[in-house]
């Protein structure tokens, strides 16, 4: 059967191939072993297996062709969210498998199979891409929240403070950005930036941050402006939110922090950089 990019944007096919293939392939250009490429790829939950692959000619980048296009009012939007990259995939499936207990994993493994919501599950990993594997965690932990929910991320490094992370893969702000500028046309898009947090407060029980950690990492589509997105964090309860990491897979992040002694801690902990370019900008500059 052809993919969906063959139809609606052949240009961008350089070739196409099986995701279990080009996993292996990954596997293999990661310099791993068979077992442990194999050990990987056998995690694949079915639908994922099924899929087919495009090699992306503007990226050289192999995706796989797994989402669903997203509505804004009337219209459908597509985009890379339908296309995510092979390589991702084998970053969350290494690390799902080494993170999470067999019950957990295959728990995990149902979610990211479902094509509808398999970008917000595959989101649950990107904390812990660049953990060091020697840090102790627990996923979806009871107990330490506000009533019964569940925190995505316990993080116990020895010696250190615990860290409480809340996950959040964010569309609303796209979806709204997009509204606006369907609505107005060429006019500066606006969002309401307090989206980005929301749901998050709840999640937390007060607790004094020289003790445990406590704060939300968010993956957005869009730019926020540098001075709303700290004014929104501020309004926080600070004795419940302590951090904020704008992120994704990548090792550059938005960090926004009570403190400057716990800035150093998080950047280390999580193995990433503080680079703000690709999420921030002041409102009055062009942005790029």
Known sequence: MPL???????????????????????????GLSKDQSDGVIAILPPNLAACGCFLDRLTNI????????????????WGVHMWPRVPLLFDVLECAQRR??????????????D???????LTEMFPMLRVSPVVPADHEVGGLGAGNRTVDWVV????????LVD???????FFSQMEGVAVDGGAAPQHDIGLLFRSVEGKFLPRNSADQLQGAWIVTDIK?????????????????VHFAILGDERADVCLLTRGAEHRRFLLELFGVQEKNERFLFRRGQVRT
Not at 100 to 113: N, R
């Open 4 to 30: 969906l990019i063959e139809t609606v944007q052949p240009q961008l096919v350089g070739g196409v191939n099986s995701l279990l293939a080009r996993l292996t392939a990954e596997g293999q250009a990661r």
């Open 62 to 77: 192999w995706r796989y062709e797994f989402g669903l296009p997203h509505r804004v009012g009337n219209d459908l939007i």
């Open 100 to 113: 999470l207990s067999p019950d957990k994993l295959c728990a995990y493994l149902t979610l990211i199979d």
């Open 115 to 121: 094509i509808g919501r398999h970008l917000i599950h």
């Open 156 to 163: 116990d490094p020895a010696g250190e403070r615990r860290v």
């Open 167 to 173: 996950v959040k893969r964010r569309f609303a702000d």
């Open 224 to 240: 926020q402006e540098e001075t709303e997105l700290q004014t929104a964090f501020d309004a926080l309860d600070p004795a419940k």
